[in-house]
């Protein structure tokens, strides 16, 4: 077994930028992996359903050049997670193909695995029907039919892929959906590191910087060894401290103290944090308790309807004095306009009018009820085709430029910011899987496809 091992993490999330120079003092330090997230659910679900990403190609490229070329140069495996922020297979392709450019531009020799975590439908009918698919809290019971509706279904792996990839001489691996404490997990396990150290140290990295005194400089470095794990950030100027380490178990997790992995539980209740100096923080005392059955999480998205917006903006002071009343005006009118004009129920259609500068972010519980001075009015349609959706937007629009409230006798004159008012918005999606599946296999889900130096088709 090594006697420990260093994981660098450069930033949160492949493509949201980091300091070069921090990766590079990261390797200084003598990191033997660089792990980071290549996305996240946090966006919504409109990228796994519609199988593209959130962010731009340039700044995914500028990240994965300065990644590669450290990889490259100190000799340490790279291992990008979630590729294409959702983890589809067309995702994972995305980001092997700006791979492949960049390392044809560098000149790099470096073997490239990808791994493909889409699901078919039909398969995890058949799983249903077994009994083998359960619901995690709130959602209810899966049937066939949700299944079908999916555009894409992802599987979220844990370490076992990265780790069999890199087993078979993987230099940099590209995997599609995975848990965020995996990519930085795997290769540590893989060098005899014990399971609760790992796995804690997994998760306090998993957003590089964010376990810091200041989240913008850049990512951490994590030490593993036989009893704990030591934390410290890439930026010289910046710290990590006890609370900055131990808060981040407060952050995406149900309870502070546990978060369920595939292979099973990360149990931190006992874990100290110690200031080692002003910068670095030891951890120790935590566990990893092995679950009975394996399992791996399911996230599918299906369309919903196709969505077109509008937005006003309101400076009249008589209206923002009673916006409130206002709004229910312009809701019954809306629903009054629809029914006669387009003959449409309001079964057939939804639209949701958000107050911008009122009470758009908190709704009822905003506890501030004094008069704004302006406010933004979003109106959000939603049909279950694309015409219909622009055909109500523009019925409304007379009365997002001059609906006065009951007690004006004038028309008041509102204004739009944009010419057309309307802005279709194409498909909108919801997540309708929250569920997981009992596996035989951690690797069996997934799909490894090992490519020869500088090949990533």
């Not at 392709?93 to 975590?117: C, F, P």
């Not at 874990?271 to 923080?281: F, G, H, K, S």
């Amino acid at each position: 077994m090594t006697a420990s091992v260093r994981i660098l993490v450069p930033t949160g999330m492949l493509g949201g930028g980091f300091p070069p120079e921090t990766v590079s003092r990261g390797i200084d330090l003598g990191a033997d992996v660089i792990a980071v997230d290549g996305g996240s659910t946090d966006s919504g679900p409109y990228y796994l359903g519609s199988g593209t990403a959130k962010t731009a190609a340039a700044a995914v490229a500028r990240d994965l050049r300065v990644l590669l070329r450290a990889a490259a140069t100190a000799g340490i495996p790279l291992i990008v997670g979630s590729c294409g922020t959702s983890g589809t297979d067309s995702g994972v392709d995305w980001v092997a193909g700006i791979a492949r450019e960049i390392l044809a531009e560098e000149g790099l020799a470096l073997r490239v695995a990808t791994i493909y975590s889409e699901q078919q439908a039909a398969d995890l009918k058949e799983q249903l029907g077994r009994g083998r698919v359960h619901p995690l809290p709130p959602a209810g019971e899966l049937d066939s039919a949700t299944l079908e509706s999916c555009r894409h279904i992802v599987a979220m792996m844990g370490h076992e892929p990265i780790a069999e990839a890199l087993a078979a001489g993987a230099d940099v691996v590209l995997a599609g959906r995975a848990t965020d404490t995996a990519l930085a997990a795997a290769y540590p396990l893989m060098r005899g590191m014990p399971a609760g150290p790992t796995w804690h140290a997994a998760k306090i990295v998993e957003c590089g910087g964010q376990c810091t005194t200041n989240p913008r400089a850049g990512g951490v470095l994590a030490t593993i060894d036989a009893t704990g794990f030591t934390i410290e950030p890439l930026d010289p100027a910046v710290a990590c401290t006890p609370t900055s380490v131990a808060a981040h178990m407060l952050y995406e997790t149900v309870n502070p103290f546990s978060m369920r992995e595939p292979a099973g539980t990360i149990v931190v209740a006992d874990a100290t944090y110690t200031a080692l100096d002003d910068r670095r923080v030891r951890v120790e005392g935590s566990r990893f308790e092995p679950a009975e059955q394996y399992t791996v999480k399911l996230e599918g998205a299906r369309i919903t309807g196709y969505e077109t917006m509008s937005f006003t903006a309101i400076r009249d002071p008589r209206i923002l004095g009673q916006i409130t009343t206002w709004a229910a005006l312009l809701r019954r009118m809306i629903i009054e306009w629809v029914g006669q004009t387009l003959a449409l129920g309001t079964d057939e259609y939804a639209f949701d009018i958000r107050l911008y500068g009122h009470d758009a972010i908190l709704g009822d519980l905003d506890p501030d009820t004094r008069p704004p001075r302006e406010v933004g009015v979003m109106l959000l349609v939603n049909a279950a085709d694309q015409a219909t959706a622009t055909a109500i937007a523009k019925l409304v629009n007379p009365l997002m430029l001059h609906l006065p409230t009951p007690d004006m006798d004038y028309l008041p004159s509102l204004a739009f910011p944009t010419s057309p008012a309307e802005t279709e918005r194409g498909a909108a999606y919801e997540f309708v899987l929250n569920h997981v599946v009992d596996v035989d296999s951690p690797t069996g889900p997934f799909r490894i496809h090992l490519l020869e130096d500088g090949d990533v088709r």
